[in-house]
């Protein structure tokens, strides 16, 4: 499967903006965004334009895409998937990257970032409604039990996520003991606090 393999601090300077996607180290002195708040490159310094219309839709794109870890094919279905469903398209579109398997077990506080949550469904620790599932955008439906199988507990990077646990969330109701999680309700846009505005994405895509 196709995914980003290069440093991914590199992604969070390119935005301005912590991103998350390291877990601890962005907690810490080791953060790039403390050290070196500037676009990466030889010519990062020297960035200082200010960013209007298509340039500013295509930076909000690229900042969902980056939180999620989506590469380009599959965040355009996520679009052309909301933009079918009645409703909302901007709304919908951030609830099925919502509903990403990998973006619920770091939700539940499995892992430190979603990228390591990835690392934990694509080796197979994760289970829905007791099916091994190791598809990290398999999407998650109201209803469905989520857990991390038996053998795979006392996974040392389970125990360290506990540190770095957000707390309850909304549309979800966890049994951190167990290691377990249900989807009780659809998430909404006042439950994904993240600093992404998805109308430019969906003028981006609508042009």
Not at 10 to 37: P, T, V, Y
Not at 38 to 62: N, S, V
Not at 95 to 105: I, S
Not at 168 to 182: E, H, P, T
Request: net charge positive.
């Amino acid at each position: 499967m196709a995914r980003y393999a290069g440093p991914v601090c590199r992604l969070c300077r390119r935005e301005g903006m912590k991103l998350f996607l390291k877990g601890a180290k962005c907690f810490s002195e080791k953060c790039a965004i403390e050290k070196r708040n500037f676009a990466p490159g030889q010519h990062g310094k020297d960035r200082k334009a200010e960013i209007e219309g298509y340039g500013l839709q295509l930076r909000e794109k690229q900042k969902a895409k980056r939180i999620y870890f989506s590469l380009e094919r599959q965040f355009r279905n996520y679009f052309e998937t909301a933009a079918r469903t009645p409703g909302v398209t901007g709304e919908l579109l951030l609830q099925q990257l919502e509903r990403r398997l990998d973006n619920v077990a770091y939700r539940l506080g499995w892992a430190t970032s979603r990228r390591q949550a990835r690392q934990l469904v694509r080796h197979g620790h994760v289970t829905v409604n007791g099916r091994k599932v190791n598809i990290p955008s398999f999407q998650v439906k109201v209803g469905d039990e989520i857990q991390v199988r038996e053998s795979s507990k006392k996974l040392t990077m389970l125990e360290i996520a506990r540190d770095f646990s957000q707390g309850q969330v909304n549309w979800l109701s966890s049994d951190k003991d167990a290691f377990k999680g249900r989807i009780t309700a659809l998430p909404t846009r006042a439950d994904i606090q993240l600093p992404v505005n998805e109308q430019l994405i969906v003028e981006l895509y609508s042009k």
